[in-house]
Each structure stands twice: as structure tokens, then as C-alpha cells.
């Protein structure tokens, strides 16, 4: 079972080890603190820890684009992957979207990210197909799911 929360300090080794190694302790406290203001530019951000059991497997965010509109963005730790663990955690942050009230999840999935695309479609998102390059010069697709 996947459960979501909030990060704690407790967490810094874990997050270190597989998702940050270039940053140091400090550098993550600091960033566990920046996320549980739950902020970013001014509009709704909240980043989890995704646990299997009481081991952590990956994070998960929430960003608020407007009023209706949020992208959540899944990272499984990659000695977890391939497990279920991304589906599982997916479901459970689009219930939490849902509970806040948004209404469209919008995601940019890279073309070339085919586990990223199989797993958003096992989902219900819908693309048109059409790519642009994004702000980090990555070719994406717009994938989009209705809350409603």
C-alpha cells in the first residue's frame, strides 16, 4: 500500500541518496522547509514523500497553474521502478488534486519518456499528439485529465 506525506527532516538521508547526492544537508533541510510552505511563485506547491510501508520510495508534487489547473510530478527513486509504485502514488495525488478542488490536471510529458506516456494513458490522460520544445529545450506532449 502507497501512502503520501509530507516530508520531514528524518527524511534528508533518504532523499540524498536517491534523488539529490549533489546537494549537501543543509542545502536539503533547507529545501524540505522551502516545500512544507506548501509556495512556490506565489501559488500552491506541495511536495511528498511517496512510502511503501514505512520505507520511501519516491516523491510526488503538486503545482497550481490557476484556479482550476495543477501538474503533478511523480519521481520514483529508480531501485523502486517498475513496481507499481508511480501508478499507485498517481491515483493517490490526483484524489488530493480532487479534493482541493482543482478541475484539469495538465501535464508535459518528454516524447521520449514511453514509461511516462504508458503510465499518464493507464490513467485516462488525453494528448493531441502536437509537441513543442519547453522551456528546457525538451520535445514535449501536452497530457491532460479531467477531475470532474
Known sequence: MITLR???????????QN?????NVKEAEKMICRWNQKLENGKYFEMFAVLSGDEMVGMISLYQHSAEVISIGPEIFESYRKKGFAK???VRALDIAAGKGYKI?????????????????S??????????TN??????????KSLL
Not at 522551456?135 to 491532460?144: C, F, H, K, M
Open 6 to 16: 509530507n516530508f520531514n527532516i528524518s527524511d534528508v538521508p533518504a532523499f540524498l
Open 19 to 23: 534523488s539529490r547526492s549533489d546537494m
Open 88 to 90: 499507485a502514488a498517481m
Open 105 to 121: 490536471v495538465f501535464q508535459q510529458i518528454r516524447v521520449d519518456n514511453s514509461a511516462s506516456i504508458a503510465l499518464h494513458s
Open 123 to 132: 490513467l485516462g490522460f488525453e494528448t493531441s499528439g502536437l509537441t513543442y
Open 135 to 144: 522551456a528546457e529545450g525538451n520535445t514535449v506532449a501536452i497530457y491532460l
